[in-house]
């Protein structure tokens, strides 16, 4: 749901045909800001198998029940023990509602973002984007779309006639401002995140061991990586996409540290939050093999893990004992300073600051999930 926002921000304007909406989807990523050096990572990408390897090793040399003492309050015991509680429920239809939130600033070193930027120093406003959907899931992974919250501005900040000016004069009125509106029946073009949206393994086939799961995934985005270059190739557009930033925001999106592309899937969110409980619970073990994933807070029942890089931190809440994933949350640090087809992989980010009219705990994103059973 997250780039499905950011193309509807976009307002595409392709032709109708099948290649349209993946068209829209690769100008979205490309436009996005940019989380780190193209081709930093890739070496990660290539060792990973290495660190699950080591993972599973280090798991069958340490005794039975014995844990060292950073593994007591580790973010893998969370995720763990959030997979435990997954298994361990009875199997049955659930109700997911899945809400996602998007900060856009403007004024300043925004404005050639038209029609909202990322950066916060020396921005004038700011406004925070919502939509959502809700499911019917069934144990098996099939589910149905019950209704759907439109795209609307649901917060603002600073000077609220510019935001109510730019928004209007670039949305007319097919989204006004100031309308809030409320859940409606499902249409069928919500679909297009099911579709676009495919794991890297696949949830009607995956390994049922983390590790393993783990170096699927990894192999997954490989596999990827080299299958949207290939498809991107083949888009009309300006210039190669060798140049042009195309090939460069495919390898932002997956050559990246298996637990960053984990996460960034969950923002996606529909794909994993409709797998079976046993899906859901491996992602998480093989997830917790993964590295770079610290504890933020756990003081509640709710425990924040964090995953940061010099561009963004991303915070994952997740409710071990309730089985659940609560939200993931994602504060962008660094951005590029330039439209994503005016610069070269080599251009340095900036840091994107903060606003005094904005408070500092807003994200840049947010995807929240409530889940109710039904008997």
């Known amino acids: 749901m997250d780039i499905l926002d950011t193309v509807r ?22 436009r996005s ?7 930093r990572i890739v070496a990660a990408s290539v060792g990973g198998t290495a660190v699950a ?4 090793t280090a798991s069958l040399v340490i005794p039975p029940g014995i844990v060292g003492e950073p593994q007591a309050a580790s973010a893998s015991t969370y995720l763990n023990e959030t997979a435990a509680s997954i298994r361990a429920a009875v199997a049955q239809p659930m109700q997911v509602t899945i809400t996602t939130r998007h900060l856009r600033m403007i004024g300043g070193p925004n404005e050639k973002f038209l029609p909202f930027g990322s950066f916060r120093t020396g921005a004038t406003a700011a406004v925070v984007t919502e939509s959502g959907s809700t499911y019917v899931t069934a144990p098996d992974g099939t589910y149905s779309m019950t209704s759907e919250t439109s795209f609307h501005a649901s917060e603002l900040y600073g000077d609220e006639s510019a935001i109510r000016a730019t928004w209007t004069a670039y949305y007319g009125s097919e989204y006004p401002i100031g309308s809030v509106p409320g859940p409606q029946p499902a249409s069928d073009t919500q679909q297009f995140d099911a579709d676009i949206d ?5 949830a009607s086939d995956f390994p049922s061991e983390p590790a393993a799961f783990l170096a699927a995934w990894e192999r997954g985005m490989e596999a990827q990586l080299i299958a949207e270059k290939a498809e991107a190739a083949t888009f009309p557009q300006d210039g190669e996409p060798e140049t042009n930033g195309l090939y460069d ?11 960053e592309h984990m996460l960034n899937q969950l923002t996606w969110a529909l794909p994993f939050m409709t797998a079976s409980p046993e899906y859901q619970a491996t992602f998480l073990e093989a997830l917790a093999l993964a590295e770079g994933i610290t504890v933020e807070e756990d003081a509640t029942a709710n425990k924040v893990l964090l995953y940061e890089t010099d561009d963004a931190r991303i915070r994952l809440t997740i409710n071990p004992e309730a089985g659940a994933i609560v939200k993931i949350e994602e504060f962008l640090l660094r951005a590029l300073p ?21 408070p500092a705990d807003v994200p840049d994103s947010v995807t929240s999930f409530t889940t109710v059973p039904l008997g």
């Open 9 to 30: 921000e976009m307002k595409p304007t392709y032709p109708a045909s099948s290649q349209a909406p993946r068209r829209a989807l690769h100008q979205a990523i490309g």
């Open 33 to 39: 800001r940019r989380r780190r050096p193209v081709g």
């Open 53 to 56: 390897a080591v993972a599973l």
């Open 198 to 202: 495919e794991l890297p393994v696949p």
């Open 249 to 259: 925001s495919i390898e932002e999106e997956l050559a990246i540290p298996p637990a």
């Open 338 to 358: 330039e439209l994503w087809n005016r610069h070269t992989k080599d251009d340095p980010l900036v840091d994107v600051g903060s606003a005094s009219f904005l």
